[in-house]
């Protein structure tokens, strides 16, 4: 049996009538870090929303564990055991720290197993356990990002999916944010893609880096410190 959690092979989609991704394949090992950089409007959210049952695909196949899932919904993929971290640390604003953790629990059965799942992520964030009854729209920009990773965590997922989560936070808090994901791999087993700006984040943590231009992969790089090493590389692919 395959190790590959997620492949992509020959992957377009796009929005309308505009083809934003031109044949994309790449593919994520088990229990492996994998970071998609590249410039701003090269493709990279629109893979994750394609990946996750936002955006069907036009073309290609997308195989989640060896099982082919193009076109299939958001909430089949939660099922399956994914789970998609949008940009910006999306929360609901109105509701408390434990009531947004609560709505990413909603396939739990018990009190019991959401209590031992809480404390799982209170271990990883102790920050939210402090704010736990706090409103999380008067979180900050950091405890935002925090509470959106931890609910969805809170249902375990086997692959996690996370945009840009380093989004205007500070060094500090990307470097906890970064330290934290690579907890998350080795406490739990959990396969994680990561599309980020931070090029230094997301190469601390990534065994193997793809990046896009233009809608397409333009470069596999298992050695990611050669990103930061080659400046010419590095201008020329990343900036």
Do not use: C, W
Request: charged residues 30%.
């Amino acid at each position: 049996m395959s190790d590959r959690v997620l492949e992509l092979s020959d992957v377009a989609a796009g929005y309308e009538k505009k083809e934003v991704l031109h044949g994309v394949s790449l593919h994520v090992e088990d229990r492996e870090i994998v970071a998609l950089l590249g410039p701003n409007g090269a493709g990279k959210t629109t893979v994750l929303r394609t990946i996750f049952g936002l955006l069907p695909p036009s073309r290609g196949r997308v195989l989640y564990r060896g099982q082919s899932i193009e076109g299939g919904r958001p909430s089949e993929n939660v099922r399956r055991g994914m789970a998609l971290v949008p940009q910006g640390g999306r929360v609901f604003a109105p509701l408390s720290v434990i009531e947004n953790l609560e709505l990413g629990a909603y396939l739990l059965r018990g009190r019991e197993e959401f209590a031992r799942r809480l404390a799982d992520v209170y271990a990883l964030f102790p920050r939210l356990q402090e704010r736990r009854f706090q409103r999380a729209g008067l979180l900050s920009g950091g405890e935002r990002q925090m509470l959106s990773i931890s609910r969805a965590l809170i249902l375990r997922p086997r692959l996690l999916l996370l945009d840009e989560p380093s989004e205007g936070l500070s060094p500090l808090l990307v470097r906890e944010v970064v330290s934290t994901l690579a907890d998350i791999r080795d406490r739990y087993g959990t396969t994680i893609l990561i599309v980020e700006q931070n090029v230094r984040a997301a190469l601390s943590i990534a065994r193997r880096v793809y990046v896009m231009r233009l809608g397409q992969i333009v470069m596999e790089e298992a050695r990611p410190e050669r990103l930061l090493e080659d400046e010419k590389l590095r201008q020329a692919y990343i900036t």
